[in-house]
Nanobody, 127 residues
């Protein structure tokens, strides 16, 4: 199974920026990070985990939740087995634990599409 470790979370003022990273290791069903579509999800207190962004294994195609479109950018470096989420113009409603995730098949846009989760990294945006 692929193991995922996120980092880069923290406390930031509204309007600020953060860059999350997720380092992958291992393999699942014969695939490694460079062959797997990936995504970011988040979960705020008292709310369900929600989709944030996804990227194909090539890095060519990306998809975003409407709430983050134009502010967040997902990217990957397959040579470093690392997934990124650049978050700009942060708002208080972006406060959540952010998780990176592997896709079972297709793009991971729902929790049921996810094969592996990271442990999460806390992002807190103060207003």
């Amino acid at each position: 199974q692929v193991q995922l470790v996120e980092s880069g979370g923290g406390l930031v003022q509204a309007g600020g920026s953060l860059r999350l990273s997720c380092v992958a290791s291992g393999r699942t069903s014969g695939r490694t990070f460079s062959n797997i579509n990936m995504g970011w999800f988040r979960q705020a207190p008292g709310k369900e985990r929600e989709f944030v962004a996804a990227i194909t294994w090539t890095g060519i195609s990306t998809y975003y939740a409407d709430s983050v479109k134009g502010r967040f950018t997902i990217s990957r470096d397959n040579a470093k087995n690392t997934l990124y989420l650049q978050m700009n113009s942060l708002k208080s409603e972006d406060t959540a634990v952010y998780y990176c995730a592997t896709a079972i098949a297709g793009l991971p846009r729902r929790s049921s599409d996810v094969g592996s989760w990271g442990q999460g990294t806390q992002v807190t945006v103060s207003s």
